[in-house]
């Protein structure tokens, strides 16, 4: 982009003037090169130029549908190379495609190239667009067609890959990511496609490896968790768990520091998500010690496998932890609240989803509603109808709220306030279907 931008700065305005355009940009001082740019198109109304120069600003400051509009105007008021059109059909469907307009980026993307068929980039932008639609067989044409423009371009190499992983040609896609690692050893994004080919050819235990592998040289590398998805949590059948499990019995006993704490971290989703709730328990134990303050998504899980685990005073422990590190965390309060009801404290569950309607006006109906569930188990039905007639009066179109509380009517003998909650639940019920 920066190059782009140089190529748009205007030869026609006094030096000093684009020169301190230029100055205010590389100071990252965008709003003021705007109203500088802004100026100068003032004077200069036709220049096409100019317009693309603020259409870039615009951008910067995240104001597409304006910029949008700057490059309509630079296309119609350039008049010079096709290469300089073409790139203002590209940039257009960049911002088109940030702002989720796929099929207007497609038309400029296309133009763009019908403008300078060797644009390498525009082929790949196409390509990356197309697979967004999940039109596989032409996002490979286009990555193809960069490839032949730009044989050494690693990235697009990757993309052409994973095209044709999604395309189903995986025979393929894996010649060309063994020799894309053969030339490139540390394409990082390569190793990932790879250990995918081998989850799709059901070869398992060698995913496991490479993919395994693939995330410790990530951290290693960048310092931080790889955030792809990965497949190691639709693992389900028995033989490659226990292989999973191994290998990452492997990896804690011999990694430290954080590299160890990812790998503890996938264990210990692994384990509850196969049910296997202590082990998930005792490692998000050795998660939340290792640290000097409290990891909250290591606590909050861990609560959530002694609920699981059917571990209730364990769970409210937690719970309570979680809320006074996070005092608005309403997910702390629900689930506080239903280890509450497990261990029969129901003016205390009661209290906590109270507490959930002061926090998020948008849960309060939820709150309500299961505080009057906890009055009818009670068999306190005026005051499970009182919050039911509140959740009613935040969430007046659910029908099964009207429903709820013409059965705590007919509980008290209320026949006619029953007769009409049951109407009203008809009727939302009709008007939904």
Request: glycine share 2%; aromatic share 12%.
């Amino acid at each position: 982009m920066v190059i782009w931008l140089c190529f748009f700065l205007p030869l026609c305005l006094p030096a000093q003037q684009s020169a301190q355009i230029e100055a205010l940009i590389h100071q990252q001082r965008y709003s003021e090169a705007l109203q500088l740019t802004t100026i100068q198109l003032r004077a200069h109304s036709r220049d096409g130029k100019l317009y693309a120069r603020r259409a870039w600003l615009y951008r910067k400051l995240n104001q597409p549908g304006m910029a949008i509009l700057d490059i309509d105007q630079a296309i119609r008021h350039t008049s010079s190379s096709a290469q300089t059109r073409s790139q203002l059909y590209f940039m257009r469907g960049d911002i088109h495609t940030e702002i989720g307009m796929l099929i207007d980026a497609y038309e400029d993307y296309t133009v763009a190239l019908e403008l300078d068929p060797q644009c390498a980039q525009c082929y790949a932008h196409r390509g990356e667009l197309c697979m967004q639609l999940d039109y596989y067989p032409l996002a490979i044409e286009d990555y193809a067609e960069a490839l032949r423009l730009e044989s050494y371009n690693t990235e697009f190499r990757i993309e052409y890959a994973r095209a044709l992983l999604a395309d189903q040609q995986t025979e393929e896609a894996a010649r060309q990511l063994q020799q894309i690692l053969a030339d490139d050893p540390g394409a990082l994004e390569a190793k990932r496609l790879l250990a995918t080919y081998h989850y799709l050819k059901q070869e398992t235990e060698v995913y496991i490896d490479l993919y395994l592998a693939y995330l410790r040289e990530y951290y290693e590398t960048q310092h931080e968790p790889s955030s792809a998805d990965h497949l190691l949590y639709t693992i389900t059948d028995s033989v490659s768990y226990r292989y999973l499990t191994e290998a990452l019995d492997r990896y804690i006993n011999h990694t430290a520091g954080d590299i160890q704490v990812m790998f503890r971290s996938i264990r210990a989703n692994i384990r509850s998500l196969h049910a296997d709730y202590l082990g998930a328990i005792d490692d998000l134990s050795m998660l939340i010690n290792s640290e000097q303050d409290y990891d909250h998504e290591a606590l909050h899980m861990r609560a959530y496998n002694y609920m699981q685990a059917e571990l209730y005073p364990q769970a409210i422990k937690d719970y309570t932890r979680l809320i006074q590190l996070q005092p608005h965390n309403t997910d702390a309060y629900a689930g506080r609240a239903d280890a509450y009801r497990h261990t029969q404290q129901i003016n205390e569950a009661i209290q906590d989803w109270l507490s959930l309607t002061r926090l998020d006006y948008r849960e309060a109906p939820r709150g309500f509603y299961q505080a009057a569930r906890l009055e009818v188990a009670r068999e306190n039905y005026m005051q499970a109808i009182r919050y039911l007639s509140r959740s009613i009066q935040l969430a007046p179109d659910i029908a099964y709220l009207y429903r709820y509380r013409a059965e705590q009517y007919e509980a008290l003998g209320n026949s006619r306030q029953a007769e009409l909650d049951y109407e009203a639940a008809k009727h939302l019920s009709e008007s939904e279907e």
